[in-house]
Nanobody
Framework: QVQLVESGGGLAQAGGSLRLSCAAS????????VGWFRQAPGTEREFVGG????????YYANSVKGRFTISRDNAKNTVYLLMNNLKPEDTAVYYC?????WGIGIPMAETSYNYWGQGTQVTVSS
């Protein structure tokens, strides 16, 4: 079992930055691919980006590419989502999810992920 807890959400102004954290406990987290997803009111949950187990590769949705950066510190069992140049359309509940152990690639489909956090709200004002 892997338990995931997101933190770092809150209110930001357009053009500002926030850093979300996804802290894991349980099984060896370093063997899991981690994805970030978000869900705005009235919409389906969408893939934001992900990072491979060793952190050697990342992948981002086009809507956040160049603005968001995912990293991980396996010694701290934590994955980060740094969000720069925030836009009002980034407002959503953000979730981290883990796939593994030893998954392949960085899946974009929710169903590929075994474990989910509870989500953290990000609100961007214009």
């Amino acid at each position: 079992q892997v338990q995931l807890v997101e933190s770092g959400g809150g209110l930001a102004q357009a053009g500002g930055s926030l850093r979300l954290s996804c802290a894991a406990s349980g099984r060896t987290f370093s063997s899991f691919t981690v994805g970030w997803f978000r869900q705005a009111p009235g919409t389906e949950r969408e893939f934001v980006g992900g990072i491979t187990s060793a952190g050697g590769r990342t992948y981002y949705a086009n809507s956040v590419k160049g603005r968001f950066t995912i990293s991980r510190d396996n010694a701290k069992n934590t994955v980060y989502l740094l969000m720069n140049n925030l836009k009002p359309e980034d407002t959503a509940v953000y979730y981290c999810a883990a796939q593994g152990p030893w998954g392949i690639g960085i899946p974009m489909a929710e169903t590929s992920y075994n474990y989910w956090g509870q989500g953290t709200q990000v609100t961007v004002s214009s």
